[in-house]
């Protein structure tokens, strides 16, 4: 059974910063895109950040230049660094694979790590 399990969340102050790391493991044959997503209280949950397996990226634009997403595909890996956090970042961080790009009834999902920026 695949498993993605984050860490790196925590309570941070305004500017501070914060490193998440997900690690994938179980019958993973391939790995097309890995991203972070994440969601608010009350709010839809978004698109952070992706990487494909080629390493490419792509950011929200909320996050362009404060946020770093990389991978390590043979540790099967990927990380968020999240630099000069502010309150609005506060919220709860999820992983995501795609393995095969053939739609989100394939795709797999952390539990979620929180993050809260407050003073």
């Known amino acids: 059974q695949v498993q993605l399990e984050e860490s790196g969340g925590g309570l941070v102050q305004p500017g501070e910063s914060l490193r998440l790391s997900c690690v994938a493991s179980?019958?993973?044959?391939?790995?097309?895109?890995m991203a972070w997503y994440r969601q608010a209280p009350g709010k839809q949950r978004e698109l952070v950040a992706t990487i494909t397996r080629g390493g490419s990226t792509e950011y929200a634009d909320s996050v362009k230049g404060r946020f770093t997403i990389s991978g390590d595909n043979t540790k099967r890996t990927v990380y968020l660094q999240m630099n000069s956090l502010s309150p609005e970042d506060t919220a709860v961080y999820y992983c995501h694979l795609d393995p095969n790009g053939l739609g989100p009834e394939y795709d797999y999902w952390g539990q979620g790590t929180q993050v809260t920026v407050s003073s």
């Open positions: 179980g019958p993973i044959f391939r790995i097309n895109e």
